[in-house]
């Protein structure tokens, strides 16, 4: 699918899908969990519906239904698949379900699209390794999957470079199926919220963690304990609301977006900091759990760590483009080894709009006050990028086309519909 953005200012009120990185969460404890879980407002995302099958795959009995999914699980606990799990283009799921397959007494063969087969696995792997599980991809020579894992996994001590969350996350989950004390030390952590999300997770399931508050150095869970069953409600999801509310911010624009999250349970909520910071016009209500953005103010260029935020980063350096002075993103280092390199693939694609952009291996300086012309650019099959492309041909001469752009779906379906509800104005074909 070919997606065309030209300038369009936005008038509505928005209401975003639920969020990504709760749902998959949610979808692996209750594959997990003894007994039937249900989950409302789930994000029926291609990757979300990866980890449903991962659940399958698991043993599980889904039913997928509009706006609620429930799980049974197995009877008998977590089963061996008879089957390869196939995580599509979800790296959480791929990562969460390779540690858990380590806690399984047979083998289990796990892959996923042509990015997942390139995306980094070798640390997961040394670490499941590390706890006696046998883990290795099918390839010589190969840090990807496929992979193939047998356990069970042995209590003991693993210890991260803090780079990858989402390897952490999964043998944290993973742990509270090991007997005895495993202990987690993680060197420099980054992505922190997305650690702190999976430590609620699994103490609101009923599993005792203890663990650096602070700095996410260590964590230690004394097994095995048993999973509650899940019923929840999902909540929105912080990395799409950042596409129309940058939207509005860079067009002359007002926007109210509802039903929010302000929990703080999501690291990209910071991103409204980050805006106004810029010198963009939000305005929070938690009596509604909205917010209303206003077009047409001058951003400013400024510093921005997205350690945290590792997704944020494409739709900031569009942010960035529209800013007066240059934009300076730190914490780059892992966002290079997402579905793309981002940092890349951003600087590339804008630049053929005619952004000014410069890239070390730590930090990407955009520089602000280049005016923007419509061009053909490439999402590169990343959700992410396709849509932050999107928002850049709001305010850009001319016409944006955008290819492969259907991948939007991966975690934003029906994304170019939401945002023409208020008048963004994307055609497709």
């Known amino acids: 699918m070919i997606a065309f953005a030209s300038r369009h200012n936005l008038s509505g009120r928005p209401s975003v899908p639920g969020s990504k990185s709760h749902t998959i969460r949610a979808v692996l404890i209750a594959a997990m969990a003894n007994g039937l879980s249900t989950i409302r407002s789930p994000l029926p995302s291609e990757d979300c519906l990866s980890a449903t099958r991962a659940a399958k795959a698991f043993g599980s009995d889904v039913k997928i239904e509009k706006g609620v999914w429930t799980i049974q699980s197995s009877q008998d606990g977590l089963k061996v698949p008879d089957d390869v799990i196939d995580c599509g283009n979800s790296g959480t799921t791929y990562y969460f379900a390779t540690a858990i397959s380590g806690t399984l007494s047979d083998h289990v063969v796990l892959t996923g699209d042509y990015q997942i087969r390139r995306r980094p696995v070798g640390k997961l792997l040394d670490a499941m390794r590390d706890l006696g599980a046998f883990a290795v991809t099918t390839r010589k020579n190969s840090n990807a999957a496929p992979v193939i894992s047998k356990g069970p ?20 989950l993973a ?19 997305y650690l702190q999300m999976t430590v609620d997770w699994m103490t609101e399931h009923g599993i005792k963690i203890e663990y650096d508050e602070k700095n996410y150095s260590f964590f230690e869970v004394e097994g095995p304990q048993e999973y509650k069953t899940v019923e929840t409600s999902i909540p929105s999801d912080w990395e799409s609301v950042a596409f129309p509310l940058v939207a509005a911010l860079v067009t002359d624009s007002e926007i109210v977006i509802e039903d929010l999250d302000l929990s703080g349970s999501q690291g990209d909520s910071v991103i409204v900091d980050i805006l106004k910071e810029m010198g963009g016009d939000v305005t929070l209500d938690g009596a509604t759990n909205s917010l209303k953005a206003r077009g047409g103010n001058k951003l400013r260029g400024i510093t921005i760590d997205c350690s ?11 942010a960035a483009c529209y800013a007066e002075e240059d934009t300076v993103l730190t914490g780059i280092e892992s966002i290079r080894v997402k579905e793309t390199d981002r940092v890349e693939v951003m600087k590339r694609e804008l630049s053929k709009m005619g952004a000014s952009i410069e890239d070390t291996d730590r930090e990407m300086i955009i520089h602000g006050a280049k005016k923007l012309t419509g061009a053909k650019v490439e999402s590169h099959d990343d959700h992410i990028v396709a849509m932050s492309l999107a928002v850049a041909g709001l305010f850009s001469e001319g016409v944006t086309e955008i290819s492969n752009a259907a ?12 945002m023409n509800d208020v008048r963004a104005g994307f055609e497709t074909e």
């Open 153 to 172: 996994m042995r209590a003991g001590t693993i210890v991260f470079g803090g780079k990858m969350s989402q390897y952490i996350s999964g043998m944290l």
């Open 308 to 318: 945290d935020i590792p997704d944020a980063l494409p739709i900031l350096t569009v």
């Open 407 to 418: 991948c939007v779906s991966v975690s934003f379906p029906g994304f170019y519909e939401l």
């Open 175 to 193: 742990s509270a199926r090991i007997k005895g004390k495993t202990r987690i030390e993680v060197q420099k952590a980054i992505e922190r919220p």
